[in-house]
């Protein structure tokens, strides 16, 4: 029970407080976030690569399915979010972590605070196209894996995607030792790279410039399908590159209630397989959620898998509006509700416990992640 009593404490740990007064705007909330750090590291043995990779995962648990399952204990949750590391020449490495609460006092902060189809009537889908749009934010953050899903620039050298692009949950896909993540650039009508364009030079396409994956983090919780039995709940994975990319990124958020969501929708851009080497982006309603995922019914195809969620809501810190990803898009999902099938398209919430872990993959520093 003390097991138990402590990760309540610890899904407890984020407090958010929406502020309203009569010129009401919506805000990041201000969260306190866990701390989560490595304990012990093993050497296992290197991994075959030999799973298909697959664009979309399915998963018979709906939102009610979902909010049945008990509370996780303690010892769960430890083990869910310890991860497995793969490394560019191919070896192999699993993280023991531990989990803490770290007092507010002293750090100088006050918190104020039946078909497998997903299009969903009319496709509301919008192809970016154009230079201008595609090289400018927020949609430069988007890049392409070459397993075929969407990833999101979340740092000067990491992107955020979801797990099954690269492991289906018992082994690694093909591809992924030797993964790539692909940026969109002009490609000019004479290969001319110079400052100055003529008009014989205009850029007629973009293609894809590619940079190789240096480690990549993957959860437990994703790879032993613990929690996968029932759901999409740790399908999500952290990329480092081997040379920074130099384009502005986006950082991560605690995902706020659906309730609090600029009118209630989140965003996201992807590589959908239905518009070969175009970048579509789309925005729907939250129907649904749970502790740990989002569902709404914005129109993807596969391909659009690993994308990031994102809002744009007023910093208050800042005085400024900012877009941080709150979930990764994970795929589709048919649920048998009461004897009718209804579609769903799911999102991998950022929780504080996993915010505190993605945060520490990227700046290695517990003492840089604990605003959520």
Request: proline fraction near 6%; glycine fraction near 8%.
């Amino acid at each position: 029970m003390a097991g138990l009593s402590t990760l309540i404490l610890l899904l407890c740990a984020a407090k958010d407080v929406m502020p309203y007064s009569s010129h009401w705007k919506p805000t990041w909330p201000s969260y306190r976030v866990p701390v989560i750090l490595p304990q012990s590291t093993l050497n296992l043995d290197k991994p075959q690569f030999d799973a298909e990779a697959r664009l979309e995962v399915a998963s018979p648990c709906g939102p009610e399915c979902h909010k049945s399952v008990p509370l996780p204990t303690y010892e769960e949750v430890k083990n869910y979010l310890s991860y497995e590391t793969l490394y560019a020449n191919g070896s192999l490495t699993e993280t023991e972590v531990g989990i803490y609460i770290l007092s507010n006092s002293g750090d100088g902060s006050q918190g104020k605070s039946r078909t497998k189809r997903q299009i969903y009537g009319y496709d509301s889908r919008f192809s970016i196209f154009g230079k201008d749009f595609l090289l400018n934010y927020p949609f430069s953050t988007s890049v392409k894996l070459s397993t075929g899903c969407t990833g999101t620039l979340v740092a000067e050298k990491h992107v955020l995607t979801a797990a099954h692009c690269i492991h289906d949950g018992k082994s690694y896909v093909k591809g992924a030792q030797k993964l790539r993540v692909g940026f969109l650039k002009p490609k000019m009508k004479d290969g001319s790279k110079g400052a100055n364009i003529s008009n014989s030079a205009m850029p007629e396409k973009m293609k894809f410039q590619w940079i190789r994956v240096k480690r990549t983090h993957v959860p437990k919780g994703w790879i032993k399908g613990n929690a996968n039995d029932i759901g999409m709940d740790y399908d999500y994975a952290l990329l480092e590159l081997k040379k920074p990319h130099k384009r502005k990124f986006m950082k991560i958020g605690v995902s706020p209630p659906a309730r609090h969501l600029p009118g209630g929708r989140i965003h996201f851009s992807g590589y959908d397989n239905d518009r070969p080497g175009n970048l579509v982006y789309r925005f729907c309603d939250v129907k649904d959620e749970t502790y740990d995922l989002l569902y709404q019914q914005c129109d993807a195809q596969p391909g659009a898998s690993g994308s990031g969620v994102y809002v744009r809501m007023w910093k208050r810190q800042n005085h400024k509006w900012e877009r941080k990803i709150i979930g990764i898009f994970s795929g589709h999902q048919w649920v048998d509700m009461n004897g009718t099938p209804q579609d769903f398209n799911v999102a991998v919430r950022i929780t504080p416990l996993k915010y505190a872990q993605i945060c520490y993959w990227i700046k290695g520093n517990y003492l840089d992640c604990r605003e959520g």
